[in-house]
């Protein structure tokens, strides 16, 4: 170990001018204690240590975290280097616990190692699920979602509302509606007892996957307990998506949805149809993991500390209405077309993955061979951590960085603004679901922004400390209040909205079913509404304030 020590010293020595040395690693804090390396160097915000340590040692550096090799990287040019010309070499990822016990044993698409496999998971994700044909066909839902959140909001006006909790359930109904056609969260869910399996699961594996597990590091150091909660963890998950594939299964067999319609495991069930050896039951249920984990809490952050920041600088909030005012204007809701139009709005979600980018380091790649980094040798297998975070908030790279100024981004060259900004990275490994995100968001945040007014609580501005981690969280939820603006009351009174306080779901065979629990006045609004629109076959029965009724109509016209 001490003579391991001494080489390295050797090697990040600088070149002499006067002995031809080969080419050196990167240079290194000098102090690097047997067994731990430079891990007791770290603090948390890990991003933020990360920071100080190449503002000290230079932009290109390389740690070593108990028996990993680690390459920081806190340059754009630099990080540009690493996702063009080494690309193909540092598109392998760590083989790190979590990846073991929640990514199908590192086979999953976040997890697997580059090459024919993860090729062909990444081209079913990018044509199956996240095309942009897919992601237009799913537009309705993602809106009758953010209804769903507005509906919500606009009966608690006035009243002090969880933003953290509304938004991180938006994202999961509706990345669980384009999975398997559920939503969990709600007052109106179809299954309660399933969706209470499902919170559970989730919450257990929120909190698993922001932990920074030690013996990834020291594997000296036995994680037993962490691993036995991984274990669990996984048990669990894995019967409740196999519960589902079987459900959908049967949904398909009685073929009853069009193609427009199909969920994402009906889509990945068709292909197992043809090529049962490679669509298993465990690549689909990887993929549901993946889309799931990496789309929601990432998503839902940034509308979080989005609207944090409106609410500290009530001017942008201001400018953001006056756009949407006037290209939408007090008659419709925004929707996901308009979002190209509204250049303001755009630089404001550009601005907050500026300043709190949800994977502040991206996820970390491992190198394959062998490669050359800003001039230093890099050794094969070295782990790699782009510091998005410090690139995008250093003062070198951006004026008054910690400025929020959405301003900053009009007229941006390209959407990296020349790899200075990458929250979604750059290159094999970049983020497939960035134009997912960037529609969720900005309907969600363009919603917000047209029907309230916003408060915040007491007089204090917004609290925007991090919590300690790999990602990038809010440590105090997001509290505010809110109430309809005046000029969009004649919205909220308009059925469309009314209608979404009624749930919308895929029934057995096919059926649309509608639940809900809701007054007099509302279901009669509803028996109007099928009427009006002729629905044909139709069944309503009325059990006091609750009903279901079954149409054999797409009813996805009713909001339009
Ligand atoms: C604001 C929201 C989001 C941000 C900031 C974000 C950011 C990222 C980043 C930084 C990476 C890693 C890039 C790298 O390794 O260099 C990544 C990977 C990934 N993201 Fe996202 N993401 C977001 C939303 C989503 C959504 C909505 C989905 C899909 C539903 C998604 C799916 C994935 C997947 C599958 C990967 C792994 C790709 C691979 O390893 O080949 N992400 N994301």
Same mark, same amino acid.
């Given at each position: 170990m001490i003579t391991r020590h001494l080489l390295d010293k050797i090697q990040t020595l600088p070149p002499s001018p006067f002995l031809s040395l080969p080419i050196t690693l990167p240079p290194s804090p000098f102090l690097s204690l047997p067994i731990i390396g430079?891990? #007791?160097?770290?603090?948390? *915000?890990? #991003?933020? &240590?990360?920071?100080?340590?190449? $503002? +000290?040692?230079?932009?290109?550096?390389?740690?070593?975290?108990?028996? +990993?090799?680690?390459?920081?990287?806190?340059?754009?040019?630099?990080?540009?280097e690493c996702f063009t010309k080494n690309d193909v070499v540092f598109a392998n990822r760590p083989r790190? !616990?979590?990846?073991?016990?929640?990514g199908y044993n590192c086979t999953n698409l976040f997890w697997a190692s580059y090459g024919d496999h993860w090729r062909n998971l990444r081209k079913i994700v990018s044509i199956e699920v996240l095309s942009a044909y897919r992601l237009q066909m799913l537009s309705a839902t993602h809106l009758e979602e953010v209804k769903w959140m507005i509906g919500g909001l606009y009966r608690n006006q006035n009243q002090v509302v969880d933003m953290k909790k509304a938004f991180l359930e938006l994202t999961l109904n509706i990345i669980m509606r384009m999975i398997a056609g559920k939503r969990y969260y709600g007052d109106d869910v179809s299954d309660v007892e399933q969706a209470q399996r499902f919170r559970a699961i989730h919450a257990?594996?929120? &909190?698993?996957?922001?932990?920074?597990?030690?013996? %990834? #590091?020291?594997?000296?150091?036995?994680?037993?307990?962490?691993?036995?909660? !991984?274990?669990?963890?996984?048990?669990? +998950?894995?019967?409740?998506?196999?519960?589902?594939?079987?459900?959908?299964?049967? =949904?398909?067999?009685s073929d009853s949805c069009g193609e427009r319609k199909r969920t994402m495991i009906q889509v990945l069930l068709s292909l197992q149809e043809t090529e049962p050896e490679y669509y298993t039951d465990d690549i689909i249920k990887g993929l549901m993991l993946v889309l799931l984990f990496a789309g929601t809490d990432t998503s839902s952050s940034i509308m979080e500390w989005a609207l944090s920041l409106l609410l500290n600088h009530s001017e942008v909030?201001?400018?953001?209405?006056?756009?949407?005012?006037?290209?939408?204007? *007090? %008659?419709? !809701?925004? @929707?996901?077309? @308009?979002?190209?139009?509204? *250049? #303001?709005?755009?630089?404001?979600? $550009?601005e907050t993955l500026r300043m709190y980018p949800p994977a502040p380091l991206l996820v970390p790649h491992e190198s394959s061979e062998e490669c050359l980094v800003g001039g230093f040798r890099i050794p094969c297998g070295t782990m790699l951590f782009v510091n998005?975070?410090?690139i995008q908030n250093d003062p070198k790279i951006w004026l008054d960085p910690k400025k929020f100024r959405p301003e900053r981004f009009n007229g941006l060259k390209g959407a990296r603004d020349g790899f200075r900004l990458m929250p979604f990275g750059y290159g094999r490994r970049?983020? *497939?679901?960035?134009?997912?995100?960037?529609?969720? =968001?900005?309907?969600?945040?363009?919603?917000?922004?047209?029907?309230?007014?916003?408060?915040?609580?007491? %007089?204090?501005?917004? %609290?925007?400390?991090? +919590?300690?981690g790999f990602t990038m969280a809010k440590a105090q939820p997001?509290?505010?209040i809110c109430r309809p603006r005046p000029s969009m009351l004649k919205l909220f009174s308009q059925?469309?909205? =009314?209608? =979404? &306080?009624?749930?919308?779901?895929?029934?057995?065979?096919? @059926?649309?079913?509608?639940?809900?629990?809701t007054s007099e006045a509302s279901f009669s609004l509803l028996s109007v509404y099928l009427d009006l629109l002729d629905m044909g076959d139709k069944k309503h029965s009325k059990k006091g304030v609750d009903f279901t009724v079954e149409i054999h109509t797409l009813c996805y016209s009713l909001n339009h």
């Open positions: 430079h891990l #007791y160097l770290f603090k948390k *915000p890990i #991003y933020r &240590t990360l920071s100080n340590i190449s $503002n +000290r040692y230079g932009l290109v550096v390389l740690l070593r975290l108990g028996s +990993r090799r680690v390459l920081v990287v806190s340059s754009p040019s630099i990080a540009e790190l !616990l979590i990846g073991k016990h929640l257990e594996m929120y &909190t698993l996957i922001g932990q920074t597990i030690i013996g %990834d #590091y020291v594997p000296w150091i036995k994680s037993r307990k962490m691993e036995k909660r !991984l274990i669990e963890c996984r048990v669990k +998950r894995d019967s409740f998506m196999q519960c589902l594939i079987e459900e959908q299964r049967r =949904v398909l067999e909030l201001l400018k953001a209405q006056k756009e949407i005012d006037e290209y939408i204007g *007090p %008659d419709r !809701l925004i @929707d996901e077309a @308009d979002l190209a139009q509204l *250049p #303001y709005l755009r630089s404001i979600i $550009n998005m975070w410090a970049s983020c *497939p679901g960035e134009g997912l995100a960037l529609r969720m =968001v900005g309907l969600a945040l363009g919603s917000l922004i047209q029907c309230f007014e916003w408060q915040k609580m007491g %007089d204090k501005s917004v %609290d925007m400390t991090e +919590r300690p997001l509290k505010a059925p469309s909205l =009314v209608f =979404v &306080t009624f749930w919308w779901g895929l029934g057995a065979g096919g @059926d649309m079913q509608c639940h809900a629990s």
